[in-house]
């Protein structure tokens, strides 16, 4: 792991992201959703702004926000078929390859789970019993991560919470000559109910039980900020929590005990939130949104995945 510290200074984006500086615009990361086989883009009730993206569409989305000052984004790739055994690289590599060569300028983070393809929506393979198979799920996941890496993706951000996975993919990139690309890891993730506007436009609700035994139980604090310590230990570069509200108590300890970059992630079920207190009439969306940022500067996060980041400069003024 030579080139571990100098991979957050390789270009202006990653320093963006990496700075100790108060939130800006710059330190905002853009969802996106691609939708294979989707016939037109599709709008979300919940999550005004945002969009459930055709191959096609995606495009002008990117031109758009690259004009309004964003420079990272976060893919989510939704497949047409679910499958726990083939992964759908011809859709995966398309994607990332074609937004790539039209926006160079742009970096591209690639959310690597398998939630959005497997039959039972898990994030993870499962044994026969029904628990989850980490060994295989961790192999099948890094060979995603991989093939990511070869279309073209900038950032690898793990997010399916298998023991782990970020060792596996940090050895998996660097022996096929990506040891330049960063990994964003998911390393302090709950299981919430704040992710539910996400998983309808992921396609990637389980379909039976819950994520309880791979997600972190919102009541161990311990566990929580062991595991951003141990996704450091294994190679990660940048850290997050998530959902990012409910877990501004982390941010500052985790930075701290790390050394490492910490991002929070305001969930689309926060965004949600927000959302329906402004329709209600309860609150200015804009002024709700901004008062979530400020305080995750406040809690010293030093970035933000966000659904808003598109319209970051207008929002911060
Ligand atoms: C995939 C994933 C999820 C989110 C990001 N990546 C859903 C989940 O863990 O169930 C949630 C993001 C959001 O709610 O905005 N594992």
Redesign the pocket.
């Known amino acids: 792991m030579e080139t571990k510290q100098r991979r957050i200074r390789l270009n202006s984006a990653l320093r963006d992201l990496a700075s100790s500086e108060s939130l800006n615009y710059k330190k905002l990361i853009q969802?996106l959703f691609i939708v294979e086989g989707l016939k037109g883009r599709e709008t979300m009730e919940a999550l005004p702004g945002v969009f459930r993206d055709t191959e096609e569409s995606v495009f002008k989305q990117v031109e758009s926000d690259l004009k309004s000052g964003v420079t990272h984004f976060i893919l989510?790739l939704v497949p047409e078929l679910k499958s726990n055994t083939e992964i759908p690289k011809s859709f995966y590599e398309r994607s990332i390859s074609s937004l790539k060569k039209k926006f160079p300028e742009s970096f591209l983070w690639i959310?690597t789970?398998m939630?959005?393809l497997t039959t039972h929506g898990h994030?993870g393979l499962l044994h026969s019993d029904g628990n989850i198979d980490n060994p295989s799920s961790v192999k099948h996941l890094s060979k995603i991560a991989l093939i990511y890496a070869q279309s073209g993706a900038d950032g690898i951000a793990p997010?399916?919470?298998m023991d782990g996975r970020v060792a596996s993919h940090r050895s998996i990139l660097d022996t096929n000559g990506f040891s330049k690309i960063p990994i964003l890891s998911?390393s302090t993730?709950f299981k919430?109910n704040?992710?539910?506007?996400?998983?309808a436009a992921?396609d990637?609700?389980?379909a039976h039980g819950d994520?309880s035994s791979y997600?972190i139980d919102v009541r161990n604090r311990e566990d929580s900020i062991l595991s951003s310590i141990r996704d450091k230990e294994e190679g990660a570069d940048f850290l997050m929590v998530?959902?990012g509200m409910t877990s501004i108590d982390l941010i500052g300890p985790i930075r701290e005990r790390t050394g490492l970059p910490t991002g929070a992630?305001?969930?689309?079920?926060?965004?949600a939130s927000i959302h329906y207190l402004a329709q209600s009439g309860f609150c200015d969306f804009d002024a709700a949104i901004r008062e979530a940022w400020q305080v995750f500067s406040r809690a010293s996060a030093s970035y933000l995945?966000t659904?808003a980041a598109r319209r970051g400069k207008e929002i911060l003024g």
Do not use: L
């Open positions: 969802p989510f959310d789970c939630c959005s994030c997010s399916d919470m998911y993730k919430s704040f992710y539910g506007p996400f998983r992921a990637s609700a389980p994520r997600q998530k959902p992630y305001q969930v689309s079920g926060e965004y995945i659904y």
